[in-house]
T-cell receptor, first 115, second 115 residues
Framework: AQTVTQSQPEMSVQEAETVTLSCTYD???????LFWYKQPPSRQMILVIR??????QNATENRFSVNFQKAAKSFSLKISDSQLGDAAMYFC????????????FGTGTRLKVLA | NAGVTQTPKFQVLKTGQSMTLQCAQD?????MSWYRQDPGMGLRLIHY???????DQGEVPNGYNVSRSTTEDFPLRLLSAAPSQTSVYFC??????????????FGAGTRLSVL
């Protein structure tokens, strides 16, 4: 069965510093998508960044970037210049296969940002 | 732009009661889905639909029914609520056309407690 693993239940980062959240996954598919979603206390799931597995270039969105290692099945999220508003639960997710919208989610990492 | 709207935001039920969680989207998305989120776990797929009149089971479908009579609405029914169904429920939708990028848009969630 496909799995997504986030091994860090909680992380802390000082404001303005950089933090990396880890995610590994297990799939036999060759093409798929990977996502990071942010869930603030409001509960709303907000898409942070998306990576297409067939693209070698790492995705970036402003202060957010990923380190995608396809052979190692690793997909970490780097947040630069952390802000208080970045405090949230972060979920890593993978779609089960290309052409499907079924997602598998990791268990989440709670990020605390210290002033 | 309302996006994905879920009602109610909170609900308390007694064991054995029935209720319907509502989900509506105004983006003309073909794909809609329901997830549940439990403490220490990622979101798990309950049911999904790729269009009006078409539904299918996800990872944890037992105890839940769905129907899709219109593109906009995708209600989730609990026929006889059980304490194990205490959870936060999320509805999500996606466009299935070219360029959709496999991105799902989530509602704000419904917190359900079954006593």
């Amino acid at each position: 069965a496909q799995t997504v693993t986030q091994s860090q239940p909680e992380m802390s980062v000082q404001e303005a510093e950089t933090v990396t959240l880890s995610c590994t996954y297990d799939t036999s598919e060759s093409d798929y998508y990977l996502f990071w979603y942010k869930q603030p206390p409001s509960r709303q799931m907000i898409l942070v960044i998306r990576q297409e597995a067939y693209k070698q270039q790492n995705a970036t969105e402003n202060r957010f970037s990923v380190n995608f290692q396809k052979a190692a099945k690793s997909f970490s999220l780097k947040i630069s210049d952390s802000q208080l508003g970045d405090a949230a639960m972060y979920f890593c997710a993978q779609n089960i296969a290309l052409g499907t919208y079924k997602y598998i989610f990791g268990t989440g990492t709670r990020l605390k940002v210290l002033a | 732009n309302a996006g994905v709207t879920q009602t109610p935001k909170f609900q308390v039920l007694k064991t054995g009661q029935s209720m319907t969680l509502q989900c509506a989207q105004d983006m003309n998305h073909e794909y809609m889905s329901w997830y549940r989120q439990d403490p220490g776990m990622g979101l798990r797929l309950i049911h999904y639909s790729v269009g009006a009149g078409i539904t299918d089971q996800g990872e944890v479908p037992n105890g839940y029914n769905v129907s899709r009579s219109t593109t906009e609405d995708f209600p989730l029914r609990l026929l006889s609520a059980a304490p194990s169904q205490t959870s936060v429920y999320f509805c999500a939708s996606s466009y299935l056309g070219k360029g959709a990028k496999n991105i799902q848009y989530f509602g704000a969630g419904t917190r359900l407690s079954v006593l």
